[in-house]
Protein backbone atom coordinates (compact mmCIF):
# COMPACT_ATOMS: atom_id res chain seq x y z
CA UNK A 1 0.00 0.00 0.00
CA UNK A 2 1.37 4.00 -1.24
CA UNK A 3 2.06 6.12 1.73
CA UNK A 4 -0.95 8.58 0.68
CA UNK A 5 -4.07 9.33 -0.44
CA UNK A 6 -4.12 7.01 -4.14
CA UNK A 7 -7.46 7.38 -5.31
CA UNK A 8 -6.19 3.93 -7.77
CA UNK A 9 -5.27 1.57 -4.87
CA UNK A 10 -8.89 2.08 -2.98
CA UNK A 11 -10.72 -1.20 -2.69
CA UNK A 12 -14.66 -0.34 -3.52
CA UNK A 13 -16.36 -3.73 -3.88
CA UNK A 14 -18.14 -5.96 -1.58
CA UNK A 15 -16.26 -8.47 0.19
CA UNK A 16 -17.72 -11.30 0.75
CA UNK A 17 -16.81 -15.61 1.39
CA UNK A 18 -13.12 -13.96 0.70
CA UNK A 19 -13.86 -12.50 -2.41
CA UNK A 20 -14.44 -9.14 -3.56
CA UNK A 21 -17.60 -8.28 -5.49
CA UNK A 22 -19.42 -6.23 -7.17
CA UNK A 23 -22.87 -5.73 -6.23
CA UNK A 24 -25.07 -7.90 -9.09
CA UNK A 25 -26.88 -4.59 -10.36
CA UNK A 26 -23.72 -3.42 -11.15
CA UNK A 27 -24.80 -0.25 -8.61
CA UNK A 28 -22.56 1.90 -6.78
CA UNK A 29 -22.72 4.81 -4.76
CA UNK A 30 -20.34 7.67 -4.65
CA UNK A 31 -18.13 9.16 -1.72
CA UNK A 32 -17.24 12.65 -1.33
CA UNK A 33 -14.67 14.20 0.37
CA UNK A 34 -16.20 17.18 2.78
CA UNK A 35 -13.19 19.56 2.55
CA UNK A 36 -14.08 20.11 -1.59
CA UNK A 37 -17.20 17.69 -2.42
CA UNK A 38 -15.08 16.41 -4.72
CA UNK A 39 -16.16 12.69 -5.77
CA UNK A 40 -12.97 10.27 -4.28
CA UNK A 41 -14.64 6.95 -5.38
CA UNK A 42 -17.35 5.14 -6.13
CA UNK A 43 -18.19 2.19 -4.02
CA UNK A 44 -20.38 -1.17 -4.76
CA UNK A 45 -24.03 -0.41 -3.78
CA UNK A 46 -24.90 -3.55 -2.09
CA UNK A 47 -28.95 -5.03 -1.23
CA UNK A 48 -30.70 -7.66 0.13
CA UNK A 49 -29.14 -10.08 -2.42
CA UNK A 50 -25.69 -9.83 -1.77
CA UNK A 51 -26.94 -8.90 2.24
CA UNK A 52 -28.29 -12.79 2.00
CA UNK A 53 -25.21 -14.24 0.14
CA UNK A 54 -22.61 -12.55 3.32
CA UNK A 55 -24.96 -13.65 5.72
CA UNK A 56 -25.11 -17.49 4.46
CA UNK A 57 -21.22 -17.24 4.20
CA UNK A 58 -20.93 -16.10 7.70
CA UNK A 59 -22.98 -18.90 8.95
CA UNK A 60 -21.23 -21.58 7.28
CA UNK A 61 -18.04 -20.52 8.33
CA UNK A 62 -18.82 -20.38 11.38
CA UNK A 63 -18.49 -23.83 12.69
CA UNK A 64 -14.85 -24.14 11.58
CA UNK A 65 -13.96 -20.69 12.67
CA UNK A 66 -15.68 -21.41 16.27
CA UNK A 67 -13.36 -24.36 16.50
CA UNK A 68 -10.01 -22.21 15.68
CA UNK A 69 -7.51 -22.12 18.03
CA UNK A 70 -6.85 -19.17 20.40
CA UNK A 71 -3.67 -18.72 19.23
CA UNK A 72 -4.53 -19.11 15.61
CA UNK A 73 -6.74 -16.35 16.38
CA UNK A 74 -4.19 -14.34 18.55
CA UNK A 75 -1.93 -14.66 15.82
CA UNK A 76 -4.12 -13.20 13.04
CA UNK A 77 -5.04 -10.34 15.19
CA UNK A 78 -1.29 -9.61 16.17
CA UNK A 79 -0.57 -9.58 12.27
CA UNK A 80 -2.93 -7.31 11.62
CA UNK A 81 -2.07 -5.04 13.89
CA UNK A 82 1.61 -5.13 12.67
CA UNK A 83 -0.25 -4.35 8.85
CA UNK A 84 -2.13 -1.28 10.31
CA UNK A 85 0.82 0.23 11.79
CA UNK A 86 2.82 -0.27 8.95
CA UNK A 87 0.29 1.65 6.61
CA UNK A 88 -0.90 4.17 9.21
CA UNK A 89 -0.03 6.82 6.66
CA UNK A 90 -2.22 5.27 3.92
CA UNK A 91 -5.12 4.81 6.12
CA UNK A 92 -4.81 7.85 8.01
CA UNK A 93 -5.04 9.27 4.03
CA UNK A 94 -7.82 7.97 3.13
CA UNK A 95 -9.86 8.77 6.41
CA UNK A 96 -9.41 12.23 5.60
CA UNK A 97 -9.83 12.72 2.38
CA UNK A 98 -13.50 10.73 2.95
CA UNK A 99 -14.31 11.84 6.41
CA UNK A 100 -12.78 15.10 7.05
CA UNK A 101 -10.35 14.64 10.04
CA UNK A 102 -6.94 16.38 9.85
CA UNK A 103 -4.74 14.09 9.04
CA UNK A 104 -2.72 13.95 12.88
CA UNK A 105 -5.85 12.95 14.08
CA UNK A 106 -6.72 10.55 11.68
CA UNK A 107 -3.25 8.37 12.42
CA UNK A 108 -4.18 9.38 16.21
CA UNK A 109 -7.17 6.85 15.35
CA UNK A 110 -5.12 4.49 13.45
CA UNK A 111 -2.90 4.50 16.34
CA UNK A 112 -5.96 3.57 18.69
CA UNK A 113 -8.03 1.17 16.33
CA UNK A 114 -4.71 -0.74 15.93
CA UNK A 115 -4.29 -0.88 19.47
CA UNK A 116 -7.70 -2.59 20.34
CA UNK A 117 -6.22 -5.42 17.25
CA UNK A 118 -3.24 -5.80 19.98
CA UNK A 119 -5.32 -5.55 22.83
CA UNK A 120 -7.62 -8.46 21.78
CA UNK A 121 -5.18 -10.60 20.47
CA UNK A 122 -3.55 -10.74 23.91
CA UNK A 123 -7.33 -11.33 24.91
CA UNK A 124 -8.07 -13.95 22.55
CA UNK A 125 -5.65 -17.19 25.04
CA UNK A 126 -7.09 -15.74 28.07
CA UNK A 127 -10.91 -16.34 27.56
CA UNK A 128 -10.68 -19.00 30.68
CA UNK A 129 -13.89 -20.34 32.23
CA UNK A 130 -14.96 -21.56 35.63
CA UNK A 131 -15.20 -24.32 38.12
CA UNK A 132 -17.33 -24.82 41.52
CA UNK A 133 -19.60 -27.37 43.06
CA UNK A 134 -23.22 -27.16 43.74
CA UNK A 135 -24.09 -26.01 47.66
CA UNK A 136 -25.06 -29.39 48.14
CA UNK A 137 -21.63 -30.80 47.11
CA UNK A 138 -23.10 -33.67 45.06
CA UNK A 139 -22.44 -31.73 41.66
CA UNK A 140 -19.31 -30.28 39.76
CA UNK A 141 -20.28 -27.08 38.19
CA UNK A 142 -18.33 -26.66 34.76
CA UNK A 143 -18.61 -23.07 32.95
CA UNK A 144 -17.16 -22.69 29.82
CA UNK A 145 -17.51 -20.07 26.92
CA UNK A 146 -17.87 -20.59 23.47
CA UNK A 147 -18.36 -17.97 20.47
CA UNK A 148 -22.02 -16.56 20.57
CA UNK A 149 -22.29 -16.96 16.93
CA UNK A 150 -22.67 -14.83 13.41
CA UNK A 151 -22.61 -11.24 14.26
CA UNK A 152 -24.01 -7.91 12.76
CA UNK A 153 -22.18 -5.37 12.93
CA UNK A 154 -22.95 -1.16 11.78
CA UNK A 155 -20.73 1.63 12.19
CA UNK A 156 -21.23 5.37 11.60
CA UNK A 157 -18.79 7.64 9.79
CA UNK A 158 -16.94 9.66 12.31
CA UNK A 159 -14.59 7.29 13.73
CA UNK A 160 -14.62 5.09 10.13
CA UNK A 161 -11.42 2.72 11.39
CA UNK A 162 -11.13 2.45 15.01
CA UNK A 163 -15.52 1.68 15.17
CA UNK A 164 -14.93 -1.30 12.99
CA UNK A 165 -11.62 -2.51 14.98
CA UNK A 166 -13.51 -2.10 18.61
CA UNK A 167 -15.56 -4.24 16.69
CA UNK A 168 -14.36 -6.73 14.33
CA UNK A 169 -11.09 -7.66 16.90
CA UNK A 170 -13.52 -8.82 20.05
CA UNK A 171 -15.50 -11.17 17.80
CA UNK A 172 -12.43 -12.54 15.82
CA UNK A 173 -10.35 -13.02 19.21
CA UNK A 174 -13.37 -14.97 20.61
CA UNK A 175 -13.97 -16.50 17.45
CA UNK A 176 -17.20 -15.14 15.99
CA UNK A 177 -18.04 -14.78 12.45
CA UNK A 178 -19.11 -11.15 10.69
CA UNK A 179 -21.40 -9.15 8.55
CA UNK A 180 -20.17 -5.53 8.76
CA UNK A 181 -21.80 -2.80 7.28
CA UNK A 182 -19.85 0.46 7.27
CA UNK A 183 -21.57 3.78 7.23
CA UNK A 184 -22.14 4.76 3.54
CA UNK A 185 -20.46 8.08 4.25
CA UNK A 186 -17.18 6.50 4.84
CA UNK A 187 -17.07 2.93 3.41
CA UNK A 188 -12.91 3.62 2.25
CA UNK A 189 -11.44 3.07 5.61
CA UNK A 190 -13.44 -0.43 6.23
CA UNK A 191 -13.03 -1.72 2.96
CA UNK A 192 -8.97 -1.35 3.51
CA UNK A 193 -8.92 -2.32 6.78
CA UNK A 194 -10.67 -5.61 5.78
CA UNK A 195 -8.46 -5.66 2.77
CA UNK A 196 -5.62 -6.12 6.00
CA UNK A 197 -7.67 -8.75 7.65
CA UNK A 198 -7.29 -10.84 4.70
CA UNK A 199 -3.38 -10.38 4.30
CA UNK A 200 -3.24 -11.10 7.70
CA UNK A 201 -4.74 -14.87 7.03
CA UNK A 202 -8.66 -14.47 8.45
CA UNK A 203 -10.11 -17.59 6.80
CA UNK A 204 -12.61 -17.06 4.14
CA UNK A 205 -16.21 -15.87 5.12
CA UNK A 206 -15.29 -15.18 8.61
CA UNK A 207 -15.73 -11.22 8.08
CA UNK A 208 -18.13 -10.21 5.16
CA UNK A 209 -18.49 -6.68 4.05
CA UNK A 210 -21.32 -4.95 2.59
CA UNK A 211 -21.64 -1.36 1.66
CA UNK A 212 -24.62 0.19 0.57
CA UNK A 213 -26.62 3.03 0.53
CA UNK A 214 -29.62 1.19 1.45
CA UNK A 215 -28.90 0.54 5.54
CA UNK A 216 -32.23 -0.29 6.71
CA UNK A 217 -32.61 -2.78 3.82
CA UNK A 218 -29.01 -4.53 4.66
CA UNK A 219 -29.28 -5.00 7.77
CA UNK A 220 -32.87 -6.12 7.89
CA UNK A 221 -32.12 -9.15 6.00
CA UNK A 222 -29.03 -9.73 8.49
CA UNK A 223 -31.53 -9.28 12.05
CA UNK A 224 -34.28 -11.43 10.18
CA UNK A 225 -32.16 -14.31 8.75
CA UNK A 226 -31.88 -16.45 11.77
CA UNK A 227 -28.27 -16.83 11.41
CA UNK A 228 -26.88 -14.10 12.90
CA UNK A 229 -27.13 -14.75 16.68
CA UNK A 230 -25.64 -10.58 18.02
CA UNK A 231 -25.66 -7.10 16.89
CA UNK A 232 -23.35 -4.41 17.66
CA UNK A 233 -24.05 -1.23 16.86
CA UNK A 234 -22.11 2.15 17.41
CA UNK A 235 -24.63 5.24 15.88
CA UNK A 236 -27.26 7.26 16.48
CA UNK A 237 -30.18 6.21 19.56
CA UNK A 238 -32.81 6.44 17.16
CA UNK A 239 -31.34 3.82 14.66
CA UNK A 240 -30.46 1.94 17.93
CA UNK A 241 -33.43 1.69 19.05
CA UNK A 242 -34.44 0.17 15.42
CA UNK A 243 -32.39 -2.08 15.97
CA UNK A 244 -32.96 -3.32 19.41
CA UNK A 245 -36.48 -3.88 18.15
CA UNK A 246 -35.61 -5.74 14.92
CA UNK A 247 -33.09 -8.03 17.26
CA UNK A 248 -35.84 -8.73 19.57
CA UNK A 249 -37.70 -10.53 17.05
CA UNK A 250 -35.10 -13.22 16.71
CA UNK A 251 -33.84 -12.53 20.24
CA UNK A 252 -30.25 -11.40 19.14
CA UNK A 253 -27.90 -10.45 22.23
CA UNK A 254 -27.64 -6.79 21.54
CA UNK A 255 -24.34 -4.21 22.30
CA UNK A 256 -25.63 -0.34 21.47
CA UNK A 257 -22.94 2.43 21.53
CA UNK A 258 -25.55 5.12 20.73
CA UNK A 259 -25.56 9.14 21.83
CA UNK A 260 -24.29 11.10 24.82
CA UNK A 261 -24.81 14.58 26.16
CA UNK A 262 -21.40 14.98 27.99
CA UNK A 263 -21.63 17.74 31.24
CA UNK A 264 -17.92 18.71 31.37
CA UNK A 265 -17.85 20.28 35.02
CA UNK A 266 -15.65 22.84 36.37
CA UNK A 267 -15.97 23.47 40.06
CA UNK A 268 -14.39 26.53 41.64
CA UNK A 269 -11.26 25.05 43.22
CA UNK A 270 -10.06 23.49 39.71
CA UNK A 271 -6.70 24.26 37.81
CA UNK A 272 -8.23 26.34 35.21
CA UNK A 273 -5.02 26.12 32.90
CA UNK A 274 -5.93 21.81 33.22
CA UNK A 275 -9.47 22.58 32.50
CA UNK A 276 -9.21 24.48 29.35
CA UNK A 277 -6.52 22.05 28.35
CA UNK A 278 -9.17 19.57 28.95
CA UNK A 279 -12.14 20.93 27.58
CA UNK A 280 -9.91 21.68 23.92
CA UNK A 281 -9.77 17.95 23.71
CA UNK A 282 -13.37 17.01 24.84
CA UNK A 283 -14.53 19.55 22.54
CA UNK A 284 -12.51 19.74 19.52
CA UNK A 285 -11.37 15.97 18.82
CA UNK A 286 -12.74 15.29 15.56
CA UNK A 287 -14.53 18.87 14.95
CA UNK A 288 -17.00 17.94 17.84
CA UNK A 289 -18.33 14.98 16.02
CA UNK A 290 -17.71 12.38 18.58
CA UNK A 291 -20.56 10.59 20.78
CA UNK A 292 -17.93 11.47 23.60
CA UNK A 293 -17.51 14.86 22.81
CA UNK A 294 -18.15 17.48 25.60
CA UNK A 295 -21.88 18.91 24.98
CA UNK A 296 -22.89 21.22 28.21
CA UNK A 297 -19.98 23.26 29.84
CA UNK A 298 -21.08 23.86 33.25
CA UNK A 299 -18.30 26.26 34.87
CA UNK A 300 -18.55 27.02 38.68
CA UNK A 301 -20.01 31.18 38.54
CA UNK A 302 -16.69 32.30 40.16
CA UNK A 303 -14.29 31.23 37.38
CA UNK A 304 -16.66 31.28 34.11
CA UNK A 305 -14.87 34.39 33.43
CA UNK A 306 -11.46 33.31 33.07
CA UNK A 307 -11.96 29.87 32.13
CA UNK A 308 -14.58 31.12 29.05
CA UNK A 309 -11.87 34.15 28.03
CA UNK A 310 -8.72 31.78 28.09
CA UNK A 311 -10.97 28.99 26.08
CA UNK A 312 -12.40 31.49 23.91
CA UNK A 313 -9.07 32.22 23.19
CA UNK A 314 -7.05 28.63 22.19
CA UNK A 315 -10.51 28.18 20.35
CA UNK A 316 -10.28 31.30 18.17
CA UNK A 317 -6.68 30.33 17.37
CA UNK A 318 -7.31 27.21 15.64
CA UNK A 319 -6.39 26.64 11.93
CA UNK A 320 -9.56 25.83 10.08
CA UNK A 321 -8.98 24.10 6.45
CA UNK A 322 -8.57 20.80 4.30
CA UNK A 323 -7.39 18.18 6.71
CA UNK A 324 -4.82 16.65 3.75
CA UNK A 325 -3.02 20.30 4.25
CA UNK A 326 -0.20 20.68 6.78
CA UNK A 327 -1.38 22.90 9.92
CA UNK A 328 -4.34 22.07 9.98
CA UNK A 329 -6.22 21.76 13.35
CA UNK A 330 -9.87 21.45 12.73
CA UNK A 331 -11.46 20.04 9.41
CA UNK A 332 -15.16 20.46 7.38
CA UNK A 333 -18.22 18.65 8.86
CA UNK A 334 -19.17 15.46 7.43
CA UNK A 335 -22.35 16.78 5.52
CA UNK A 336 -24.61 19.65 4.52
CA UNK A 337 -27.20 18.08 7.20
CA UNK A 338 -24.37 18.25 10.17
CA UNK A 339 -23.61 22.06 9.26
CA UNK A 340 -27.24 23.34 8.97
CA UNK A 341 -28.15 21.80 12.47
CA UNK A 342 -24.71 23.34 13.63
CA UNK A 343 -26.13 26.77 12.60
CA UNK A 344 -29.73 26.12 13.85
CA UNK A 345 -28.49 25.33 17.05
CA UNK A 346 -26.21 28.30 17.35
CA UNK A 347 -29.14 30.51 15.97
CA UNK A 348 -31.57 29.37 19.04
CA UNK A 349 -28.87 29.90 21.89
CA UNK A 350 -28.12 33.35 20.44
CA UNK A 351 -32.18 33.91 20.62
CA UNK A 352 -32.61 32.46 24.18
CA UNK A 353 -29.71 34.95 25.71
CA UNK A 354 -26.67 33.26 24.42
CA UNK A 355 -23.11 35.47 23.98
CA UNK A 356 -21.02 34.40 21.19
CA UNK A 357 -16.99 34.90 22.42
CA UNK A 358 -15.85 33.91 19.11
CA UNK A 359 -16.98 32.35 15.96
CA UNK A 360 -20.34 31.86 15.19
CA UNK A 361 -19.75 31.96 11.32
CA UNK A 362 -19.67 29.78 7.95
CA UNK A 363 -16.34 30.40 6.10
CA UNK A 364 -16.67 30.92 2.77
CA UNK A 365 -15.45 28.71 -0.09
CA UNK A 366 -16.78 25.08 -0.69
CA UNK A 367 -16.43 22.35 2.07
CA UNK A 368 -18.76 21.77 5.34
CA UNK A 369 -16.74 23.78 7.38
CA UNK A 370 -17.93 26.00 10.31
CA UNK A 371 -15.64 27.97 12.60
CA UNK A 372 -14.64 26.98 16.00
CA UNK A 373 -16.96 28.45 18.27
CA UNK A 374 -17.42 29.58 22.31
CA UNK A 375 -20.76 30.69 23.84
CA UNK A 376 -20.98 31.61 26.83
CA UNK A 377 -24.67 32.40 29.35
CA UNK A 378 -26.42 29.44 27.55
CA UNK A 379 -29.75 29.00 28.98
CA UNK A 380 -30.22 25.71 30.08
CA UNK A 381 -33.86 25.20 27.59
CA UNK A 382 -31.59 26.09 24.83
CA UNK A 383 -32.01 23.22 22.57
CA UNK A 384 -28.26 22.27 22.05
CA UNK A 385 -28.33 21.30 26.13
CA UNK A 386 -30.74 18.65 25.07
CA UNK A 387 -29.45 17.45 21.72
CA UNK A 388 -25.86 16.15 20.54
CA UNK A 389 -24.07 19.46 19.14
CA UNK A 390 -22.12 16.92 16.76
CA UNK A 391 -20.08 19.95 15.96
CA UNK A 392 -17.22 22.33 17.15
CA UNK A 393 -19.18 24.34 19.45
CA UNK A 394 -18.78 24.42 23.46
CA UNK A 395 -21.87 25.77 25.02
CA UNK A 396 -21.23 27.55 28.93
CA UNK A 397 -23.63 27.93 31.68
CA UNK A 398 -22.78 29.44 34.66
CA UNK A 399 -23.49 27.24 38.32
CA UNK A 400 -23.13 28.08 41.71
CA UNK A 401 -23.99 24.73 43.75
CA UNK A 402 -22.66 21.18 43.42
CA UNK A 403 -26.14 19.92 43.70
CA UNK A 404 -27.60 22.28 41.48
CA UNK A 405 -24.73 20.85 38.75
CA UNK A 406 -25.16 17.20 39.42
CA UNK A 407 -29.04 17.90 38.45
CA UNK A 408 -28.22 19.77 35.53
CA UNK A 409 -25.93 17.19 34.20
CA UNK A 410 -27.89 14.26 35.32
CA UNK A 411 -31.61 16.16 33.55
CA UNK A 412 -31.17 14.15 30.04
CA UNK A 413 -31.88 10.78 29.16
CA UNK A 414 -28.33 10.12 28.05
CA UNK A 415 -25.58 8.58 30.15
CA UNK A 416 -22.24 7.78 28.06
CA UNK A 417 -19.85 10.29 29.68
CA UNK A 418 -19.18 13.20 32.16
CA UNK A 419 -16.26 15.23 32.94
CA UNK A 420 -15.17 17.11 36.18
CA UNK A 421 -12.11 19.39 36.54
CA UNK A 422 -11.04 19.65 40.71
CA UNK A 423 -8.34 19.51 42.93
CA UNK A 424 -10.39 17.68 45.73
CA UNK A 425 -10.07 14.09 45.30
CA UNK A 426 -13.02 13.97 47.69
CA UNK A 427 -15.80 16.09 45.38
CA UNK A 428 -13.71 14.26 42.52
CA UNK A 429 -15.51 10.93 44.09
CA UNK A 430 -18.31 12.67 44.90
CA UNK A 431 -18.94 13.63 40.80
CA UNK A 432 -17.46 9.80 39.65
CA UNK A 433 -20.10 8.56 41.98
CA UNK A 434 -23.03 10.26 41.52
CA UNK A 435 -22.89 11.35 37.79
CA UNK A 436 -25.69 8.65 36.01
CA UNK A 437 -23.00 7.42 33.11
CA UNK A 438 -20.65 5.23 32.27
CA UNK A 439 -17.30 6.94 31.94
CA UNK A 440 -16.02 9.47 34.16
CA UNK A 441 -13.20 12.07 33.24
CA UNK A 442 -11.67 13.32 35.98
CA UNK A 443 -9.18 16.03 35.01
CA UNK A 444 -8.92 14.91 31.41
CA UNK A 445 -11.04 15.41 28.37
CA UNK A 446 -10.09 11.87 27.05
CA UNK A 447 -11.44 8.88 28.21
CA UNK A 448 -11.24 6.46 25.30
CA UNK A 449 -8.81 3.74 25.98
CA UNK A 450 -8.55 -0.17 24.87
CA UNK A 451 -7.97 -1.05 28.24
CA UNK A 452 -11.25 0.16 29.47
CA UNK A 453 -14.85 -0.71 29.04
CA UNK A 454 -16.34 2.14 26.85
CA UNK A 455 -20.08 2.51 26.65
CA UNK A 456 -22.77 4.39 28.29
CA UNK A 457 -25.97 3.80 30.17
CA UNK A 458 -29.78 5.06 29.96
CA UNK A 459 -30.14 5.60 26.38
CA UNK A 460 -26.73 5.91 25.77
CA UNK A 461 -26.33 1.84 25.25
CA UNK A 462 -26.18 -1.39 26.36
CA UNK A 463 -22.85 -3.01 26.64
CA UNK A 464 -19.54 -2.28 26.50
CA UNK A 465 -16.08 -2.14 24.27
CA UNK A 466 -12.70 -2.53 24.98
CA UNK A 467 -11.28 -3.44 28.82
CA UNK A 468 -11.20 -7.51 29.91
CA UNK A 469 -15.18 -7.65 29.65
CA UNK A 470 -15.72 -6.22 25.64
CA UNK A 471 -14.77 -9.67 24.78
CA UNK A 472 -17.65 -11.18 26.93
CA UNK A 473 -19.98 -9.43 24.38
CA UNK A 474 -18.92 -11.85 21.88
CA UNK A 475 -19.49 -14.74 24.13
CA UNK A 476 -21.85 -17.36 25.82
CA UNK A 477 -21.59 -19.08 28.91
CA UNK A 478 -22.48 -22.80 28.84
CA UNK A 479 -22.61 -24.77 32.23
CA UNK A 480 -22.27 -27.96 32.65
CA UNK A 481 -23.31 -30.24 35.22
CA UNK A 482 -21.17 -33.09 36.19
CA UNK A 483 -22.85 -35.96 39.25
CA UNK A 484 -19.93 -36.13 41.75
P1 LIG B 1 -25.16 9.10 12.55
O1 LIG B 1 -26.21 10.06 13.00
O2 LIG B 1 -23.93 9.10 13.35
O3 LIG B 1 -24.96 9.05 11.07
P2 LIG B 1 -26.79 6.78 12.29
O4 LIG B 1 -27.39 6.07 13.44
O5 LIG B 1 -27.70 7.44 11.33
O6 LIG B 1 -25.73 7.72 12.96
O7 LIG B 1 -25.87 5.80 11.45
C1 LIG B 1 -25.01 4.87 12.02
C2 LIG B 1 -24.97 3.63 11.16
O8 LIG B 1 -26.30 3.09 11.12
C3 LIG B 1 -24.57 3.87 9.71
O9 LIG B 1 -23.82 2.75 9.27
C4 LIG B 1 -25.91 3.92 9.00
O10 LIG B 1 -25.83 3.54 7.65
C5 LIG B 1 -26.69 2.90 9.77
N1 LIG B 1 -28.15 3.06 9.70
C6 LIG B 1 -28.86 4.21 9.58
N2 LIG B 1 -30.17 3.95 9.56
C7 LIG B 1 -30.31 2.59 9.65
C8 LIG B 1 -31.42 1.70 9.70
N3 LIG B 1 -32.68 2.13 9.62
N4 LIG B 1 -31.17 0.38 9.82
C9 LIG B 1 -29.91 -0.07 9.90
N5 LIG B 1 -28.83 0.71 9.89
C10 LIG B 1 -29.01 2.03 9.76
Given at each position: ????????????????????Q????????P??N????????????????????????????????????????A??????????????D????????????????????????????????????????????????????????????????????????????????????A??T??F??????????L???????????????????????????????????????????????????????????????????????????????????????A??A????????????N?????????????E???????????G????????????I???????????V?????????????????????Y????????D??????????????????I?????E?????????????????????????????????????????TG???????????????????????????????????????
Amino acid sequence: MSSSFDPSGLHTELFIDGAWQKAASGATFPVENPATHEIIAHVADGGPEEARAAIEAAGRAQAAWGKSTPRERADILRRAFELVIANTDHLAAIMTAEMGKPLAEARGEVAYGAEMLRWFSEEAVRIGGDNTTSVDGNTRIMITKEPIGPCVLVTPWNFPLAMGARKIAPAIAAGCTMVFKPAELTPLTSLALVQIFREAGLPDGVLNVVTTSSASAVVETWTGSGIARKISFTGSTQVGKILLRQAADNVMRSSMELGGNAPFIVLADADIEKAVDGAMKAKMRNMGEACTAANRFYVHRTVVGEFSEKFAKKISELQVGNGALAGTEVGPLIEQKGLDKVESLVADAVSKGARILTGGTRPEGPGYFYTPTVLTDVSIDSELMNTEIFGPVAAITPFDSEDEVLRLANDTEWGLVGYVFTENMGKALRFSQELEVGMVGINTGVVSNPAAPFGGIKQSGLGREGGKIGIEEFLEYKYTAIAI
